[in-house]
């Protein structure tokens, strides 16, 4: 990651037009290429742990700079962030993997599921249904507790259909994502430890994505997103 990745991102966000961008056209490819560094990095140490990755590039994994404006009110063409996430797949994949979010100030990591199409999430429903008491452990343990707190995401008002309000899973129910986060200071993203930190987290992560992809593998072969 180069040291000046979030004074970019900064400026970026003070000036989010295509003249600005133009003008540090050579500021940005610099700053991609040090994030597309920090990413590549971070794929080797997983895909040792994950075989699902072999195969990935670093540019698999990355989200793209410019907005989808079509059907936005925000015109700014621009992100104001740098994304990436690994996953079996790659940043298109459906299913769960690892996310790095970099932000000025509002930098984190991220895991899980997010917004799963319709029958995804009927299957996790079903796999809370029958295995909930197993999810209630992995995410109540401490360790995973202190590292992310509560799972992440919109929730129904009421009980999903064909569950009653009564169900003894039905708050893990009710979502209708499944994303955990830990928060990373500016400090970390930009030291020399950050691969390591967020391979540390992504670990505790473990038997949680083992959970969901259990659930969704039937649904959509077991390739992954948050």
């Not at 690892?98 to 079903?126: D, N, S, T, V």
């Not at 990373?184 to 959970?211: I, N, P, R, W």
Request: glycine residues 8%; contains cysteine; negative net charge.
């Amino acid at each position: 990651m180069n040291k000046d990745t979030l004074e970019f991102l900064s400026d970026l966000t003070e000036n989010n037009n295509k003249e600005w961008m133009d003008a540090n056209r050579d500021w940005y490819q610099e700053t991609r290429k040090g994030f597309l560094g920090t990413v590549g990095d971070l794929l080797e140490e997983l895909k040792k742990r994950q075989p699902g990755l072999e195969g990935l590039r670093p540019k698999d994994c990355i989200f793209r700079q410019n907005r989808d404006i079509r059907f936005s009110a925000n015109k700014a063409p621009y992100k104001n962030n740098m994304g990436a996430y690994f996953s079996p797949g790659g940043k298109k994949s459906v299913g769960p993997g690892y996310y790095l979010h970099i932000q000025p100030r509002e930098c984190f990591l991220a895991g899980g599921i997010w917004m799963p199409a319709a029958e995804q999430l009927k299957k996790i429903r079903q796999e809370i249904d029958y295995s909930g008491a197993e999810l209630e452990k992995i995410i109540k343990a401490p360790s995973f507790k202190s590292a992310f707190g509560d799972i992440h995401g919109e929730r129904l008002k009421t009980s999903p259909r064909d569950y009653s309000t009564d169900h003894p899973h039905i708050d893990l129910l009710r979502l209708k994502s499944f994303v955990v986060t830990h928060p990373l200071t500016d400090q970390e993203v930009l030291s020399d430890g950050l691969v390591e930190t967020c391979l540390g987290y992504y670990s505790k992560m473990d038997e949680f994505h083992a959970f969901l992809a259990q659930a969704v593998d039937d649904a959509d072969g077991g390739e992954g997103i948050i």
